[in-house]
T-cell receptor, first 112, second 114 residues
Framework: SQTIHQWPATLVQPVGSPLSLECTVEGTSNPNLYWYRQAAGRGLQLLFY??????ISSEVPQNLSASRPQDRQFILSSKKLLLSDSGFYLCAWIRGRGTEAFFGQGTRLTVV | TQLLEQSPQFLSIQEGENLTVYCNSSSVFSSLQWYRQEPGEGPVLLVTVVTGGEVKKLKRLTFQFGDARKDSSLHITAAQPGDTGLYLCAGAPYSGAGSYQLTFGKGTKLSVIP
C-alpha cells in the first residue's frame, strides 16, 4: 500500500529564516505530488504540484518554492519566511489524473 | 475556475441527532470525494462517488452524488462524538489542463456534543 511521509510535524521559525519541508511517498512510482496550505482548519489552498521529476507547477505567486529532485520526493522551500507564511502545510499524493488524494500528517508552521 | 461550496460551514449538534452537509457547484465533476480531518492531522478519504445519482453507505454515513454530477451530500445518522471533525468535499475535473488537480470545498466543521 502507498504511504506518504511528511516532516517535521511542527516548526517554529523566525521571520526571515529559510524553510525546507520534505515529503516522500512509498509504494508507488511516478506519483503526482501536491503541496497545500490550510488556514485555521478550513479549506485547502493548492500551492504547487508536480507530475514528474523536475516538473513544478505553481498555483499561487508567493514567497515559497517547490522542487522535485527524485521521483518520490517533494520539497517545499522558502529563502526568507514571512509572518503570513504561517499555516498548516499538507503534502498529498493524488492517484491518477485528479482522483483520490492521500495526505501526509501535515506540518504546523509558525513564523514568529 | 471550478468552485465547490460547502454548507453549513459550522454545525454543532447533540449526540444521537441526524445531520446533512452539502457540497454544491455549478461545474460538472468526473468524481467527487469526501474527506474527514481531525485537528493537527491530514484529511483522510472517506468515500469516492463516480456515477450520477450514486449512493454509498459507510456505516452511519450516507453519501450521494447528484444526478447532474454537480453536487453531493453527506448524511450522518445518530451522530456520535467520534464524528467530530472537519468534513471536506473535493471534485475531480474531466480531462484538460486542470485534470491533475482536485477542487476542494472549504469544509464543514462538525461538533457532536455528548
Amino acid at each position: 500500500s502507498q504511504t506518504i511521509h511528511q516532516w517535521p510535524a511542527t516548526l517554529v521559525q523566525p521571520v526571515g529564516s529559510p524553510l525546507s519541508l520534505e515529503c516522500t511517498v512509498e509504494g508507488t512510482s511516478n506519483p503526482n505530488l501536491y503541496w497545500y496550505r490550510q488556514a485555521a482548519g478550513r479549506g485547502l489552498q493548492l500551492l504547487f504540484y508536480s507530475v514528474g521529476i523536475g516538473q513544478i507547477s505553481s498555483e499561487v505567486p508567493q514567497n515559497l518554492s517547490a522542487s522535485r529532485p527524485q521521483d518520490r520526493q517533494f520539497i517545499l522551500s522558502s529563502k526568507k519566511l514571512l509572518l503570513s507564511d504561517s499555516g498548516f502545510y499538507l503534502c498529498a499524493w493524488i492517484r491518477g489524473r485528479g482522483t483520490e488524494a492521500f495526505f501526509g500528517q501535515g506540518t504546523r508552521l509558525t513564523v514568529v | 475556475t471550478q468552485l465547490l461550496e460547502q454548507s453549513p460551514q459550522f454545525l454543532s449538534i447533540q449526540e444521537g441527532e441526524n445531520l446533512t452537509v452539502y457540497c454544491n457547484s455549478s461545474s460538472v465533476f468526473s468524481s467527487l470525494q469526501w474527506y474527514r480531518q481531525e485537528p493537527g492531522e491530514g484529511p483522510v478519504l472517506l468515500v469516492t462517488v463516480v456515477t450520477g445519482g450514486e449512493v454509498k453507505k459507510l456505516k452511519r454515513l450516507t453519501f450521494q452524488f447528484g444526478d447532474a454530477r454537480k453536487d453531493s451530500s453527506l448524511h450522518i445518522t445518530a451522530a456520535q462524538p467520534g464524528d467530530t471533525g472537519l468534513y471536506l468535499c473535493a471534485g475531480a475535473p474531466y480531462s484538460g489542463a486542470g485534470s491533475y488537480q482536485l477542487t476542494f470545498g472549504k469544509g464543514t466543521k462538525l461538533s457532536v456534543i455528548p
